[in-house]
């Protein structure tokens, strides 16, 4: 399988804000400053971006699949004010902890979707999170893990052992210039 250039991104405190109480409307999804630029950037340098987030709250109730999806076509309508360039691909585990899927971060079935719905490898790609888990995630296929210290980022920063060779950046936008130097 061939290798491109891929960024893999994390979404809730990555590119929008968190909330412990869940994201669960499109009224609630709101990019973190300089996000959606940052992904402008890497699509007009040539970069795959994919997506790979746990949306348990659609497990527990809190929100549909159909809301989920107006999340994303927001998040879509706003990069397509930057660029005319789409995200290439969103994968989610709509799963509750401990139900057993091979999808939840940080197991490897997101992606094990991505890289066979792209058609590429992702060794030696970036992938970047907030969280331990997405660290973890990128792991299972030899990606580069980049830790942001936004939403959860500066917590886990603090409060988790990071895998070695993790890098570690303020925010999005940040990493995304180091990214593109």
């Given at each position: 399988?061939?290798?491109?250039?891929?960024v893999?991104?994390?979404?809730?405190?990555?590119?929008?804000?968190?909330?412990?109480?869940?994201?669960?409307?499109?009224?609630?999804?709101?990019?973190?400053?300089?996000?959606?630029?940052?992904?402008?950037?890497?699509?007009?340098?040539?970069?795959?971006?994919?997506?790979?987030?746990?949306?348990?709250?659609?497990?527990?109730g809190?929100?549909s699949?159909?809301?989920?999806?107006?999340?994303?076509?927001?998040?879509?309508d706003?990069?397509?004010?930057?660029?005319?360039?789409?995200?290439?691909?969103i994968?989610?585990?709509?799963?509750?902890?401990?139900e057993?899927?091979?999808?939840?971060?940080?197991?490897?079935?997101?992606?094990?979707?991505?890289?066979?719905?792209?058609?590429?490898?992702?060794?030696?790609?970036?992938?970047?999170g907030?969280?331990?888990?997405?660290?973890?995630?990128?792991?299972?296929?030899r990606?580069?893990?980049?830790?942001?210290?936004?939403?959860?980022?500066?917590?886990t920063?603090?409060?988790?052992?990071?895998?070695?060779?993790?890098?570690?950046?303020?925010?999005?936008?940040?990493?995304?210039?180091?990214?593109?130097?």
């Open positions: 399988m061939q290798t491109e250039k891929i893999v991104l994390d979404r809730d405190g990555v590119i929008n804000l968190d909330s412990d109480n869940y994201i669960k409307s499109a009224d609630e999804w709101i990019p973190i400053e300089g996000s959606i630029e940052a992904i402008a950037k890497l699509k007009e340098a040539g970069y795959l971006v994919a997506i790979a987030t746990n949306q348990s709250g659609i497990g527990r809190y929100f699949e159909d809301i989920l999806a107006e999340m994303h076509q927001k998040f879509r706003l990069l397509s004010e930057k660029t005319d360039m789409d995200i290439d691909l994968t989610y585990c709509p799963h509750q902890p401990g057993g899927c091979d999808c939840r971060k940080p197991e490897p079935g997101l992606l094990n979707q991505i890289s066979e719905q792209l058609g590429l490898g992702l060794e030696n790609c970036w992938m970047v907030d969280s331990l888990k997405d660290l973890q995630l990128a792991l299972t296929h990606m580069q893990p980049v830790l942001v210290r936004t939403g959860k980022g500066s917590s920063e603090i409060n988790s052992e990071l895998p070695a060779g993790t890098v570690v950046f303020d925010d999005l936008s940040t990493a995304v210039k180091h990214m593109l130097q």
